[in-house]
């Protein structure tokens, strides 16, 4: 099974600032996922982020507002930019189980509250 | 694109209780589905998955959910619920090469 780390694992933020978050995964994965999760809500799929190439966007999200780098097969990072307090939710990374049929392990998660 | 629905998002049950959770799912192809569960302050982990042969799933800590195909769902089920299984609980599905999930039933188990 696969470990995967977050940082930060909360944070409050202004409104107007942008927040970039880390995600780890202690082996090389091909695809890593971006998840959003409003509160009382489930989880959405912002973008999957391949390395060596563009991340892909599911609709609703754009790069502008959402920049993802993945630079190596380990590691990616999502940004929050422009900052509002519907921004407010729980970010998860996930990445694909070796050997698995589809399925994904996640991080413990992102907590992000725009004030 | 596929889509779940869970239903009854808050669940509240005594101990030794039976529990089912609904999910039904909306997808043309092979379909990959799961169960994740969040224990409060953890990580979202995998509950039990079903890809192909007996529709009977069995997963951790007691669960299981059954596949049927021709009412596209995919229940969850525990015979008898424990305190610790107070969680929010996940209905997923794998199409189009990504996961789409329900919005979840939060379960709250009395001792």
């Known amino acids: 099974s696969a470990v995967i780390s977050q940082k930060p694992s909360r944070d409050i933020c202004q409104r107007g600032t942008s927040l970039t978050i880390q995600c780890q995964v202690d082996?090389?994965?091909?695809?890593m996922f971006w998840y959003r999760q409003q509160p009382g809500q489930s989880l959405t799929l912002i973008a999957t982020a391949n390395q060596g190439s563009e991340a892909t966007y599911e609709s609703g999200f754009v790069i502008d507002k959402f920049p993802i780098s993945r630079p190596n097969l380990t590691f990616s990072t999502l940004t929050v930019s422009n900052m509002s307090p519907e921004d407010s939710s729980i970010y998860l990374c996930?990445?694909?189980?070796?050997?698995?049929?589809?399925?994904?392990?996640f991080g413990p998660g992102t907590r992000l509250t725009v004030l | 694109a596929q889509s779940v629905s869970q239903h009854n998002h808050h669940v509240i049950l005594s101990e030794a209780a039976s529990l089912e959770l609904g999910c039904n799912y909306s997808?043309?192809?092979?379909?990959?589905l799961f169960w994740y569960v969040q224990y409060p302050g953890q990580h979202l982990q995998l509950l039990l998955k079903?890809?192909?042969?007996?529709?009977l799933v069995k997963g951790i800590k007691g669960f299981e959910a059954e596949f049927i195909k021709s009412k596209f769902s995919f229940n969850l089920r525990k015979p008898s619920v424990q305190w610790s299984d107070t969680a929010e609980y996940f209905c997923?599905?794998?199409?189009?090469?990504?996961?789409?999930f329900g919005k979840g039933n939060q379960v709250v188990v009395i001792p």
């Open positions: 996930s990445a694909p189980v070796a050997g698995g049929y589809n399925e994904q392990f």
């Open positions: 997808y043309g192809g092979t379909v990959n």
């Open positions: 997923a599905v794998y199409g189009n090469n990504r996961l789409a």
């Open positions: 079903y890809f192909s042969g007996d529709p």
């Open positions: 082996s090389q994965v091909t695809m």
